[in-house]
């Protein structure tokens, strides 16, 4: 496999593998983590899932500057390993129980992933540049984007074995392992990369890094600022005086105020034959924005359906399995509402005070009676965050399968477009989230757990939408881009990745809003297909467009 491909492949491979090995570790937990009561911080579901929506947001929005940072300064080798070790010593510091080493931690994640994600992706383009190469750039990135899903979804049945065996702390120690081994196999692989790690230094036609800071990062800071501290309306149901629910959220909101503002003058400015390629690539950022939200619930609200609403009892021989592995645990069971399962409590917080939840944890509650096991005994549950692998094993099985659809359209000259493959990601996005909505239904709105196979029905459907639209978000970018503003472009691609995440944040803190979870996939599923009624609407202009600059 490796033979027709340059010798830097296997270490940008495996690279890459461990770092999506210690970030979807770490993701695979977060949430769960800042819930727990014991060894967490007994965050509430409307505040946990408020803080995962804006870190994942802020990781998908530091790529921008560190992709140009690494393109006119440090060169791709220094961020890459500069940006791996932030990420490790963070990946570190987060199992440490305090909320200020929590942020602290957060923040070298975020700045790290800045440094390490964008550049080496860039990196292994540059070698797919050189003429005996350029036919196996699809083939070479395929290949890197398995390495991607291979370390999703492995790296879950880690967590789950140390979290059980030691505690949280500990998975997240093996998640800056695995982000340290990262580093080190990229380091091994040093001699192969030749020049192609130097940096570009600033080209003709680039804005100044000067003008970046001043007219975009800048103006979001103070923005930024402004949306944390001003307040909106007190009533009855926003006693903080939110104006979009969270301080966190506030600010975020703030903060993309000028940099979209930023973009729209790129297409105010641009000359006549710009112009329409810039409209286009801003049409899609703004659509695929409702594909993200709903897409990145998988740590937040799916995670939560995954511990609370499926049926994780196992028995037999896959208990003996999972047992041996450290992959489930024994719960016991108590009839007497007084008492605690587990030997703990949850806390709630109702108008600002704090009261304690018993029966925690909540696993019982919705138990038909007819299976409910006898006082006193035992049940094994397989571990919640194992669900996370479901959609990096769905991406390894599937993507060899889409890829030969495409390669057999291409034969009969019938492959569509890059903006129609997306359009169809959005519609098909959108049936996956019909089989959450019967999933709540056969569970009679949660009165009754269902099986994890509706779990894994929605990730393969949703996988196969991601499959259509994801790669081909970078492909646009890279097709339609002006090359004076092509990494400013890029950015706007994880622009709108990183709003999508802060609104999957802010509809994952809903959840417990809704008596009937089935409004709350509803939304969702209206959500993704106004955005596909969006994309087919434009879709006459975006493909004219693709058709004037000669690509499909």
């Not at 750039?137 to 370390?151: A, H, P, R, T």
């Not at 192969?192 to 000067?210: C, I, L, N, S, V």
Request: proline share 3%; aromatic share 14%.
């Amino acid at each position: 496999m490796w033979k027709s491909h340059p010798k830097a492949l296997p270490y940008l491979f495996l690279s890459e593998m461990w770092e999506r090995f210690g970030y979807y570790l770490m993701i695979g937990i977060f949430t769960l983590y800042l819930k727990d009561v014991e060894a967490g911080f007994a965050m509430t579901e409307k505040e946990a899932s408020d803080l995962y929506g804006t870190f994942i947001a802020l990781v998908f929005l530091t790529p921008f500057i560190g992709g140009l940072v690494a393109d006119r300064y440090l060169g791709y080798r220094m961020s890459i390993v500069i940006g791996g070790l932030m990420m490790g010593a963070g990946y570190f510091m987060m199992g440490i129980h305090s909320i200020t080493m929590l942020y602290v931690a957060m923040t070298l994640v975020i700045v790290g992933n800045g440094f390490f994600k964008p550049n080496i992706s860039t990196l292994l383009g540059n070698f797919y540049n050189d003429e005996q190469y350029k036919d196996k750039k699809d083939e070479g990135y395929n290949i890197f984007y398995m390495g991607i899903n291979v370390g999703a979804f492995i790296c879950n049945f880690f967590g789950a074995a140390l979290q059980i065996l030691l505690g949280w702390q500990y998975a997240f120690m093996a998640a800056g392992v695995g982000m340290f081994i990262g580093v080190v196999v990229f380091l091994l692989g040093t001699k192969h990369y030749g020049d192609k790690t130097a940096k570009k230094g600033t080209q003709e036609g680039d804005m100044p890094f000067y003008k970046i800071v001043l007219f975009i990062l800048l103006p979001s800071v103070i923005f930024g600022v402004i949306g944390w501290l001003i307040k909106g309306v007190q009533s009855d149901t926003n006693l903080n005086s939110y104006i979009f629910g969270s301080d966190s959220t506030d600010a975020f909101i703030f903060a993309c105020i000028p940099v979209i503002f930023f973009y729209g003058s790129l297409y105010a400015k641009a000359k006549v034959e710009d112009k329409r390629p810039i409209g286009a690539l801003l049409s899609i950022f703004a659509v695929v924005i409702l594909f993200w939200a709903v897409f990145k619930l998988n740590g937040s609200a799916l995670n939560t359906w995954a511990d609370r609403y499926t049926d994780r009892e196992i028995t037999g021989n896959t208990q003996a399995v999972f047992s041996s592995l450290k992959l489930a645990k024994d719960v016991e069971f108590k009839k007497d509402s007084t008492e605690l399962y587990d030997a703990s409590f949850r806390l709630q917080k109702e108008n600002g005070v704090v009261k304690k939840e018993v029966n925690y944890p909540v696993y019982f509650r919705n138990v038909k009676e007819s299976k409910k096991p006898t006082e006193g005994s035992t049940v094994t549950l397989w571990a919640t965050n194992l669900s996370q692998s479901i959609n990096p094993g769905w991406v390894i099985i599937l993507t060899p399968l889409v890829v030969a659809f495409f390669t057999f359209l291409r034969s009969r000259k019938k492959e569509p477009s890059t903006p129609t493959k997306i359009a169809f990601g959005l519609l098909i996005s959108a049936l996956s989230v019909l089989v959450m909505v019967a999933a709540v239904h056969i569970g009679n709105n949660g009165a009754e757990k269902v099986s994890v196979w509706w779990l894994v029905a929605n990730y393969g459907v949703i996988t196969i939408g991601e499959l259509f639209l994801s790669p081909m978000g970078l492909s646009v970018v890279s097709k339609l881009s002006p090359k004076n503003i092509t990494s400013l472009m890029m950015g706007g691609w994880f622009l709108s990745t990183s709003i999508g995440n802060k609104l999957s944040g802010v509809l994952a803190s809903l959840w417990d809003t809704y008596e009937d979870k089935a409004d709350f996939f509803w939304i969702n599923f209206g959500l993704l297909m106004f955005a596909t009624l969006l994309m087919f609407g434009l879709l006459k202009q975006l493909n004219k467009v693709m058709k004037e600059k000669g690509i499909n």
